[in-house]
Protein backbone atom coordinates (compact mmCIF):
# COMPACT_ATOMS: atom_id res chain seq x y z
CA UNK A 1 0.00 0.00 0.00
CA UNK A 2 1.47 3.35 -0.83
CA UNK A 3 1.64 5.67 1.83
CA UNK A 4 0.11 8.57 1.14
CA UNK A 5 1.94 12.03 2.52
CA UNK A 6 0.32 15.00 1.95
CA UNK A 7 0.45 19.10 4.23
CA UNK A 8 -2.72 20.38 4.32
CA UNK A 9 -2.27 24.21 4.34
CA UNK A 10 -4.32 26.45 6.30
CA UNK A 11 -6.96 28.77 4.43
CA UNK A 12 -5.67 32.61 4.17
CA UNK A 13 -7.65 34.32 6.85
CA UNK A 14 -9.80 36.74 5.47
CA UNK A 15 -9.85 40.66 5.82
CA UNK A 16 -11.50 42.23 8.83
CA UNK A 17 -13.37 43.74 6.17
CA UNK A 18 -14.67 40.98 4.35
CA UNK A 19 -15.56 39.73 7.89
CA UNK A 20 -17.61 42.35 8.79
CA UNK A 21 -19.31 42.81 5.79
CA UNK A 22 -23.09 41.40 5.64
CA UNK A 23 -23.56 38.33 3.78
CA UNK A 24 -26.03 39.79 1.55
CA UNK A 25 -23.48 41.45 0.19
CA UNK A 26 -21.21 38.72 -0.76
CA UNK A 27 -23.33 36.75 -3.14
CA UNK A 28 -20.62 34.96 -4.01
CA UNK A 29 -18.11 34.84 -1.63
CA UNK A 30 -19.33 31.04 0.03
CA UNK A 31 -18.72 29.71 -3.27
CA UNK A 32 -15.12 31.22 -3.16
CA UNK A 33 -14.50 29.46 0.03
CA UNK A 34 -16.51 26.51 0.24
CA UNK A 35 -15.77 24.72 -3.51
CA UNK A 36 -11.67 25.06 -2.76
CA UNK A 37 -12.27 23.39 0.25
CA UNK A 38 -14.60 20.84 -0.71
CA UNK A 39 -12.33 19.75 -3.63
CA UNK A 40 -9.48 19.59 -1.17
CA UNK A 41 -11.92 17.39 1.22
CA UNK A 42 -12.70 15.12 -1.37
CA UNK A 43 -9.01 14.28 -2.84
CA UNK A 44 -7.69 13.68 0.64
CA UNK A 45 -10.71 11.54 1.43
CA UNK A 46 -9.99 9.67 -1.96
CA UNK A 47 -6.55 9.50 -1.17
CA UNK A 48 -7.41 7.90 2.32
CA UNK A 49 -9.68 5.21 1.08
CA UNK A 50 -7.32 4.55 -2.11
CA UNK A 51 -4.17 3.28 0.29
CA UNK A 52 -2.97 0.14 0.78
CA UNK A 53 0.22 -1.10 2.16
CA UNK A 54 2.38 -3.59 0.36
CA UNK A 55 0.89 -7.33 0.67
CA UNK A 56 4.00 -9.32 1.35
CA UNK A 57 3.61 -13.41 0.63
CA UNK A 58 2.74 -15.17 3.70
CA UNK A 59 5.19 -18.02 4.77
CA UNK A 60 5.72 -20.13 7.76
CA UNK A 61 9.16 -21.16 8.40
CA UNK A 62 11.24 -25.09 8.61
CA UNK A 63 11.32 -26.08 12.13
CA UNK A 64 9.55 -25.17 15.82
CA UNK A 65 7.55 -22.37 15.58
CA UNK A 66 4.02 -20.93 17.32
CA UNK A 67 2.05 -18.35 14.78
CA UNK A 68 -0.99 -16.04 14.72
CA UNK A 69 -3.18 -15.89 11.71
CA UNK A 70 -6.59 -14.76 10.95
CA UNK A 71 -8.99 -15.43 7.76
CA UNK A 72 -11.83 -13.63 6.24
CA UNK A 73 -15.76 -13.94 7.58
CA UNK A 74 -17.33 -15.32 4.79
CA UNK A 75 -19.88 -12.94 3.08
CA UNK A 76 -21.82 -10.64 3.95
CA UNK A 77 -19.59 -10.13 6.32
CA UNK A 78 -16.21 -10.48 4.64
CA UNK A 79 -15.25 -6.56 4.91
CA UNK A 80 -15.11 -5.92 8.21
CA UNK A 81 -14.58 -9.47 10.81
CA UNK A 82 -11.86 -11.90 10.95
CA UNK A 83 -11.85 -15.37 11.95
CA UNK A 84 -8.17 -16.33 14.24
CA UNK A 85 -6.68 -19.17 15.25
CA UNK A 86 -2.71 -20.05 16.38
CA UNK A 87 -0.77 -23.16 14.86
CA UNK A 88 2.05 -24.60 16.53
CA UNK A 89 4.72 -27.15 15.05
CA UNK A 90 7.17 -28.44 17.10
CA UNK A 91 10.51 -30.09 16.21
CA UNK A 92 9.30 -33.54 16.66
CA UNK A 93 5.08 -34.41 15.82
CA UNK A 94 2.73 -33.04 13.54
CA UNK A 95 1.52 -29.46 13.83
CA UNK A 96 -0.87 -28.81 16.33
CA UNK A 97 -3.76 -26.16 15.99
CA UNK A 98 -5.64 -23.80 18.63
CA UNK A 99 -8.92 -22.51 17.35
CA UNK A 100 -12.52 -22.15 18.85
CA UNK A 101 -14.61 -24.62 17.20
CA UNK A 102 -11.84 -26.27 15.07
CA UNK A 103 -12.25 -25.89 10.85
CA UNK A 104 -8.40 -26.13 9.41
CA UNK A 105 -6.81 -29.28 8.57
CA UNK A 106 -3.21 -30.17 8.02
CA UNK A 107 -2.67 -26.70 6.23
CA UNK A 108 -2.15 -24.36 8.53
CA UNK A 109 -3.47 -21.62 6.41
CA UNK A 110 -7.17 -23.27 5.94
CA UNK A 111 -9.98 -22.46 7.27
CA UNK A 112 -13.90 -21.83 6.90
CA UNK A 113 -13.27 -18.41 6.13
CA UNK A 114 -10.31 -18.51 4.05
CA UNK A 115 -10.35 -15.55 1.40
CA UNK A 116 -7.58 -13.32 2.68
CA UNK A 117 -5.43 -15.29 5.42
CA UNK A 118 -3.12 -13.14 6.89
CA UNK A 119 0.33 -14.09 9.03
CA UNK A 120 0.21 -12.17 11.86
CA UNK A 121 3.31 -13.17 13.15
CA UNK A 122 5.96 -16.02 14.06
CA UNK A 123 7.49 -16.94 17.24
CA UNK A 124 10.68 -18.74 16.72
CA UNK A 125 12.66 -20.68 19.43
CA UNK A 126 14.39 -23.88 20.04
CA UNK A 127 12.65 -27.49 20.39
CA UNK A 128 12.47 -26.80 23.81
CA UNK A 129 11.03 -23.39 23.79
CA UNK A 130 8.49 -24.12 21.76
CA UNK A 131 7.18 -27.19 23.32
CA UNK A 132 7.31 -25.16 26.44
CA UNK A 133 5.10 -22.99 24.66
CA UNK A 134 2.87 -25.43 23.10
CA UNK A 135 2.65 -26.37 26.87
CA UNK A 136 1.43 -23.17 27.98
CA UNK A 137 -0.79 -22.44 25.19
CA UNK A 138 -2.44 -25.90 26.09
CA UNK A 139 -3.20 -24.81 29.62
CA UNK A 140 -4.56 -21.23 28.61
CA UNK A 141 -6.98 -23.14 26.37
CA UNK A 142 -8.39 -24.85 29.85
CA UNK A 143 -8.22 -21.60 31.39
CA UNK A 144 -10.32 -19.98 28.85
CA UNK A 145 -13.16 -22.92 28.62
CA UNK A 146 -13.35 -22.69 32.18
CA UNK A 147 -13.71 -18.63 31.99
CA UNK A 148 -15.64 -18.16 29.01
CA UNK A 149 -18.14 -21.71 28.33
CA UNK A 150 -20.14 -19.36 26.30
CA UNK A 151 -20.03 -18.18 22.54
CA UNK A 152 -21.23 -14.76 21.78
CA UNK A 153 -20.48 -13.31 18.13
CA UNK A 154 -20.44 -9.82 19.08
CA UNK A 155 -19.06 -8.55 21.05
CA UNK A 156 -17.82 -11.97 22.57
CA UNK A 157 -16.22 -14.26 24.04
CA UNK A 158 -15.62 -15.41 20.63
CA UNK A 159 -12.79 -17.36 18.50
CA UNK A 160 -10.97 -14.29 18.70
CA UNK A 161 -11.40 -13.49 22.21
CA UNK A 162 -9.75 -17.15 22.36
CA UNK A 163 -6.61 -16.18 20.23
CA UNK A 164 -5.74 -12.72 22.33
CA UNK A 165 -6.66 -14.74 25.48
CA UNK A 166 -3.69 -17.46 24.86
CA UNK A 167 -1.64 -14.96 23.48
CA UNK A 168 -1.49 -12.83 26.45
CA UNK A 169 -1.41 -15.96 28.50
CA UNK A 170 1.73 -17.06 27.05
CA UNK A 171 2.85 -13.93 26.23
CA UNK A 172 3.38 -14.62 22.71
CA UNK A 173 3.61 -10.26 21.73
CA UNK A 174 1.35 -11.04 18.39
CA UNK A 175 -1.26 -8.75 18.07
CA UNK A 176 -4.56 -9.05 16.54
CA UNK A 177 -6.41 -6.74 13.50
CA UNK A 178 -9.16 -4.21 14.82
CA UNK A 179 -11.27 -6.43 12.14
CA UNK A 180 -11.00 -9.46 14.65
CA UNK A 181 -14.00 -8.88 17.06
CA UNK A 182 -13.84 -9.68 20.25
CA UNK A 183 -10.32 -9.31 20.49
CA UNK A 184 -10.76 -6.68 23.13
CA UNK A 185 -13.47 -8.02 24.79
CA UNK A 186 -12.30 -8.78 28.84
CA UNK A 187 -16.04 -9.49 30.09
CA UNK A 188 -19.15 -7.49 30.87
CA UNK A 189 -16.82 -4.70 32.33
CA UNK A 190 -13.04 -5.81 32.90
CA UNK A 191 -9.58 -4.93 32.05
CA UNK A 192 -6.59 -6.88 30.66
CA UNK A 193 -2.98 -6.46 29.20
CA UNK A 194 -2.76 -5.75 25.41
CA UNK A 195 -1.57 -8.85 23.66
CA UNK A 196 1.53 -7.00 23.06
CA UNK A 197 1.72 -6.29 26.76
CA UNK A 198 2.79 -2.78 25.99
CA UNK A 199 -0.49 -1.54 26.98
CA UNK A 200 -3.84 -2.03 28.73
CA UNK A 201 -7.77 -3.15 27.59
CA UNK A 202 -10.69 -1.04 29.71
CA UNK A 203 -13.78 -3.08 28.84
CA UNK A 204 -17.54 -2.58 29.22
CA UNK A 205 -20.66 -3.47 26.87
CA UNK A 206 -20.86 -1.37 24.73
CA UNK A 207 -17.54 1.09 25.45
CA UNK A 208 -14.03 0.36 26.00
CA UNK A 209 -10.78 1.67 25.65
CA UNK A 210 -7.38 0.34 24.23
CA UNK A 211 -4.00 1.76 24.93
CA UNK A 212 -0.61 1.09 24.67
CA UNK A 213 3.02 2.03 24.02
CA UNK A 214 2.63 -0.27 20.58
CA UNK A 215 -1.10 0.03 20.69
CA UNK A 216 -1.86 3.55 20.23
CA UNK A 217 -5.35 4.92 21.89
CA UNK A 218 -7.71 2.77 20.42
CA UNK A 219 -11.87 3.61 21.53
CA UNK A 220 -13.76 0.69 21.03
CA UNK A 221 -17.57 1.03 20.12
CA UNK A 222 -20.39 -1.78 20.18
CA UNK A 223 -17.00 -4.05 20.33
CA UNK A 224 -15.69 -1.81 17.20
CA UNK A 225 -12.17 -0.60 17.44
CA UNK A 226 -11.59 2.85 15.90
CA UNK A 227 -8.37 4.93 16.97
CA UNK A 228 -4.83 5.20 15.80
CA UNK A 229 -1.62 2.89 15.94
CA UNK A 230 1.45 4.15 17.18
CA UNK A 231 4.13 1.12 16.03
CA UNK A 232 3.69 0.46 13.35
CA UNK A 233 2.03 3.80 12.36
CA UNK A 234 -1.53 4.09 11.44
CA UNK A 235 -5.54 4.35 12.08
CA UNK A 236 -7.62 1.62 13.43
CA UNK A 237 -10.37 0.59 11.82
CA UNK A 238 -13.28 -1.83 11.72
CA UNK A 239 -12.81 -3.04 7.82
CA UNK A 240 -10.18 -5.01 6.22
CA UNK A 241 -7.58 -5.65 6.47
CA UNK A 242 -8.01 -3.28 10.15
CA UNK A 243 -5.59 -0.74 9.39
CA UNK A 244 -4.93 2.55 7.22
CA UNK A 245 -1.11 3.22 6.92
CA UNK A 246 2.30 0.44 7.70
CA UNK A 247 1.81 -3.20 8.41
CA UNK A 248 3.73 -5.87 9.36
CA UNK A 249 0.79 -8.60 8.42
CA UNK A 250 1.62 -11.37 5.47
CA UNK A 251 -1.10 -12.18 3.17
CA UNK A 252 -2.43 -15.64 1.33
CA UNK A 253 -5.67 -16.56 -0.42
CA UNK A 254 -7.24 -19.78 0.08
CA UNK A 255 -10.18 -20.72 -1.57
CA UNK A 256 -13.56 -21.47 1.29
CA UNK A 257 -13.87 -24.65 2.78
CA UNK A 258 -17.82 -24.74 1.73
CA UNK A 259 -19.89 -25.29 -0.82
CA UNK A 260 -21.57 -22.83 -3.70
CA UNK A 261 -23.63 -19.55 -1.82
CA UNK A 262 -27.41 -19.95 -2.80
CA UNK A 263 -28.79 -17.49 -5.25
CA UNK A 264 -30.13 -13.95 -3.97
CA UNK A 265 -33.82 -14.66 -3.83
CA UNK A 266 -36.17 -13.07 -6.07
CA UNK A 267 -38.50 -12.38 -2.76
CA UNK A 268 -38.67 -9.59 -0.26
CA UNK A 269 -37.90 -10.36 3.17
CA UNK A 270 -40.95 -11.33 5.29
CA UNK A 271 -39.93 -11.27 8.98
CA UNK A 272 -36.77 -8.60 9.09
CA UNK A 273 -34.21 -6.99 7.31
CA UNK A 274 -31.49 -4.45 8.24
CA UNK A 275 -28.57 -2.15 7.20
CA UNK A 276 -25.10 -1.42 8.81
CA UNK A 277 -22.88 0.89 7.82
CA UNK A 278 -19.44 1.83 8.68
CA UNK A 279 -18.37 5.43 6.77
CA UNK A 280 -15.88 8.41 6.92
CA UNK A 281 -17.34 11.62 5.56
CA UNK A 282 -16.24 14.78 5.08
CA UNK A 283 -18.11 18.39 5.26
CA UNK A 284 -17.23 21.92 4.32
CA UNK A 285 -19.75 24.75 5.79
CA UNK A 286 -21.72 26.77 3.52
CA UNK A 287 -21.49 30.03 6.04
CA UNK A 288 -19.08 29.21 8.74
CA UNK A 289 -19.84 33.16 10.27
CA UNK A 290 -23.53 32.10 11.05
CA UNK A 291 -21.71 28.83 12.85
CA UNK A 292 -19.54 30.58 14.99
CA UNK A 293 -16.51 30.21 12.41
CA UNK A 294 -17.16 26.33 11.93
CA UNK A 295 -15.44 25.50 8.22
CA UNK A 296 -15.47 21.66 7.91
CA UNK A 297 -15.67 18.56 9.71
CA UNK A 298 -14.38 15.26 9.50
CA UNK A 299 -15.40 11.69 11.06
CA UNK A 300 -15.47 7.98 11.08
CA UNK A 301 -19.07 6.80 12.41
CA UNK A 302 -21.65 3.79 12.44
CA UNK A 303 -25.24 3.80 11.42
CA UNK A 304 -27.31 0.74 11.57
CA UNK A 305 -31.73 0.83 11.22
CA UNK A 306 -33.43 -2.55 10.88
CA UNK A 307 -37.13 -3.53 10.46
CA UNK A 308 -38.98 -6.85 12.62
CA UNK A 309 -42.42 -7.84 11.83
CA UNK A 310 -44.45 -9.55 9.11
CA UNK A 311 -44.33 -7.08 6.21
CA UNK A 312 -45.21 -4.16 8.38
CA UNK A 313 -43.29 -3.98 12.30
CA UNK A 314 -40.89 -1.84 14.69
CA UNK A 315 -38.48 -0.25 13.22
CA UNK A 316 -35.23 1.02 15.24
CA UNK A 317 -32.12 2.33 14.29
CA UNK A 318 -28.24 3.82 15.94
CA UNK A 319 -26.28 6.67 14.69
CA UNK A 320 -22.68 7.06 16.31
CA UNK A 321 -20.19 9.22 15.04
CA UNK A 322 -16.96 10.65 16.03
CA UNK A 323 -14.12 13.25 14.44
CA UNK A 324 -12.48 16.65 14.33
CA UNK A 325 -13.74 19.91 12.76
CA UNK A 326 -11.90 22.85 11.51
CA UNK A 327 -11.03 25.29 13.39
CA UNK A 328 -9.54 22.55 15.54
CA UNK A 329 -12.09 21.25 17.84
CA UNK A 330 -13.50 17.44 18.79
CA UNK A 331 -16.81 16.69 17.17
CA UNK A 332 -19.53 13.98 17.99
CA UNK A 333 -22.84 12.82 17.22
CA UNK A 334 -24.95 9.64 18.86
CA UNK A 335 -28.69 8.78 18.37
CA UNK A 336 -30.62 6.36 19.44
CA UNK A 337 -33.75 5.50 17.34
CA UNK A 338 -36.40 3.13 20.06
CA UNK A 339 -39.59 4.34 18.34
CA UNK A 340 -40.44 3.82 14.52
CA UNK A 341 -42.27 1.41 12.30
CA UNK A 342 -41.58 -0.07 8.77
CA UNK A 343 -42.55 -1.95 5.84
CA UNK A 344 -40.83 -4.76 4.35
CA UNK A 345 -40.50 -3.80 0.65
CA UNK A 346 -37.34 -5.59 -1.20
CA UNK A 347 -34.95 -8.90 -0.59
CA UNK A 348 -33.30 -6.22 2.71
CA UNK A 349 -34.65 -3.03 1.95
CA UNK A 350 -37.45 -0.77 3.79
CA UNK A 351 -39.27 2.12 4.41
CA UNK A 352 -39.39 3.01 7.83
CA UNK A 353 -40.26 6.41 10.09
CA UNK A 354 -38.08 6.66 13.06
CA UNK A 355 -38.25 9.06 16.23
CA UNK A 356 -35.32 9.22 18.87
CA UNK A 357 -32.94 10.95 21.18
CA UNK A 358 -29.54 12.19 20.86
CA UNK A 359 -26.62 15.16 20.87
CA UNK A 360 -24.37 16.19 18.06
CA UNK A 361 -21.99 19.23 17.86
CA UNK A 362 -18.51 19.98 17.86
CA UNK A 363 -17.10 21.51 21.33
CA UNK A 364 -16.33 25.29 20.28
CA UNK A 365 -18.71 26.21 17.54
CA UNK A 366 -21.68 24.22 17.43
CA UNK A 367 -22.06 23.41 21.42
CA UNK A 368 -23.99 20.37 21.85
CA UNK A 369 -27.78 20.32 22.75
CA UNK A 370 -30.43 17.62 23.41
CA UNK A 371 -31.73 16.96 20.17
CA UNK A 372 -35.34 15.05 19.10
CA UNK A 373 -34.58 13.49 15.35
CA UNK A 374 -37.56 12.42 13.75
CA UNK A 375 -36.18 10.19 10.23
CA UNK A 376 -38.26 8.96 7.04
CA UNK A 377 -35.94 6.47 5.46
CA UNK A 378 -35.84 4.32 2.40
CA UNK A 379 -33.70 1.77 1.41
CA UNK A 380 -34.53 -0.54 -1.30
CA UNK A 381 -32.51 -3.31 -3.43
CA UNK A 382 -32.12 -2.61 -7.23
CA UNK A 383 -30.28 -6.25 -7.61
CA UNK A 384 -27.83 -8.64 -5.77
CA UNK A 385 -25.09 -6.48 -6.92
CA UNK A 386 -26.54 -2.87 -6.09
CA UNK A 387 -28.47 -0.86 -3.73
CA UNK A 388 -29.99 2.44 -3.05
CA UNK A 389 -31.02 4.24 0.31
CA UNK A 390 -32.82 8.22 0.93
CA UNK A 391 -33.57 9.62 3.96
CA UNK A 392 -34.45 13.03 5.19
CA UNK A 393 -34.19 13.82 9.32
CA UNK A 394 -35.13 16.53 11.06
CA UNK A 395 -33.57 17.38 14.62
CA UNK A 396 -35.58 19.44 16.92
CA UNK A 397 -32.02 20.65 19.03
CA UNK A 398 -33.20 21.73 22.91
CA UNK A 399 -31.39 23.55 25.71
CA UNK A 400 -29.33 25.11 23.30
CA UNK A 401 -30.40 28.59 22.40
CA UNK A 402 -27.74 29.04 19.35
CA UNK A 403 -29.40 25.32 17.58
CA UNK A 404 -33.06 25.95 18.74
CA UNK A 405 -33.70 26.09 14.95
CA UNK A 406 -31.63 25.19 11.78
CA UNK A 407 -31.50 27.61 8.26
CA UNK A 408 -34.94 26.88 7.69
CA UNK A 409 -36.21 28.06 10.70
CA UNK A 410 -37.62 24.67 12.14
CA UNK A 411 -35.14 21.93 13.72
CA UNK A 412 -31.79 20.91 11.83
CA UNK A 413 -32.22 19.20 8.73
CA UNK A 414 -30.31 16.60 6.91
CA UNK A 415 -31.19 15.06 3.36
CA UNK A 416 -28.82 12.31 1.70
CA UNK A 417 -28.74 9.64 -0.59
CA UNK A 418 -26.22 6.66 -1.08
CA UNK A 419 -25.84 3.79 -3.67
CA UNK A 420 -23.82 0.11 -2.13
CA UNK A 421 -22.34 -1.94 -5.24
CA UNK A 422 -20.84 -5.13 -4.58
CA UNK A 423 -22.17 -8.71 -4.17
CA UNK A 424 -25.31 -10.50 -2.70
CA UNK A 425 -26.45 -14.40 -1.95
CA UNK A 426 -29.11 -15.79 -0.54
CA UNK A 427 -28.54 -18.63 3.06
CA UNK A 428 -30.15 -21.03 4.86
CA UNK A 429 -31.71 -19.89 7.92
CA UNK A 430 -34.81 -22.05 9.48
CA UNK A 431 -37.78 -22.95 6.64
CA UNK A 432 -37.41 -19.65 4.79
CA UNK A 433 -33.52 -19.13 4.71
CA UNK A 434 -32.49 -15.29 3.67
CA UNK A 435 -30.12 -12.20 1.68
CA UNK A 436 -27.61 -11.44 2.64
CA UNK A 437 -25.51 -8.90 0.36
CA UNK A 438 -22.47 -6.27 1.02
CA UNK A 439 -20.06 -3.94 -1.04
CA UNK A 440 -18.79 -0.37 -1.03
CA UNK A 441 -21.01 2.57 -0.59
CA UNK A 442 -20.83 6.50 -1.82
CA UNK A 443 -22.97 9.29 -0.78
CA UNK A 444 -23.92 12.43 -0.39
CA UNK A 445 -25.21 14.49 2.39
CA UNK A 446 -26.62 18.53 3.68
CA UNK A 447 -26.80 19.15 7.05
CA UNK A 448 -28.09 21.62 9.10
CA UNK A 449 -25.86 23.36 12.06
CA UNK A 450 -26.53 26.28 13.80
CA UNK A 451 -28.42 28.43 11.26
CA UNK A 452 -26.28 27.43 8.07
CA UNK A 453 -25.41 24.26 5.95
CA UNK A 454 -22.76 22.02 5.91
CA UNK A 455 -22.48 19.75 2.41
CA UNK A 456 -20.20 16.68 2.20
CA UNK A 457 -19.54 13.05 1.36
CA UNK A 458 -19.82 9.76 2.92
CA UNK A 459 -18.13 6.24 1.84
CA UNK A 460 -17.78 3.27 3.62
CA UNK A 461 -18.30 -0.06 3.85
CA UNK A 462 -22.55 -1.56 4.02
CA UNK A 463 -23.87 -4.78 5.09
CA UNK A 464 -27.57 -6.27 4.24
CA UNK A 465 -29.48 -8.82 5.24
CA UNK A 466 -33.36 -10.00 5.81
CA UNK A 467 -35.51 -13.05 6.38
Request: charged fraction near 20%.
Given at each position: ????????????????????????????????????????????????????????????????????????????????????WIVAQPAAGPMRRFELQSSGGPDPFDNFAAGDVMLHGVIRGTPEEID????????????????????????????????????????????????????????????????????????????????????????????????????????????????????????????????????????????????????????????????????????????????????????????????????????????????????????????????????????????????????????????????????????????????????????????????????????????????????????????????????????????????
Amino acid sequence: MGIVSMTLKPAVARSRSARETPARHQPKGWRASVWPRAAAALAALVSLTACTTPHRPARLPEGPYVAVLSGEMPPPIDRVARHGWIVAQPAAGPMRRFELQSSGGPDPFDNFAAGDVMLHGVIRGTPEEIDALIDCLARAEREYHAKYPQYLPIPGPNSNTYVAFLGRACSLGVELPATAIGRDYVGPAGAAVTESGTGFILGTWPLGLRMGLREGVVVIVLGLPIGVHFAPPGLELPINPGRLGLSTDAHITREPNRGPEPPFPDDPAKTAAASVILYASGFVVTRPERARGLEGQGALGIGARAVLGRTVGYAAGLDLEMGLAVPAALSGRACLYPLGVGVLLSQTGFLAVLGGIGASGTTDQAPSGLELPLEVRLEIDLAAEARVAVFAREAFTVLERSRDNGALGLGELTVGARARFGSGSGFGFGARGGAGASGWFFGVERREIARTAQIGVVVGTEIDGGL
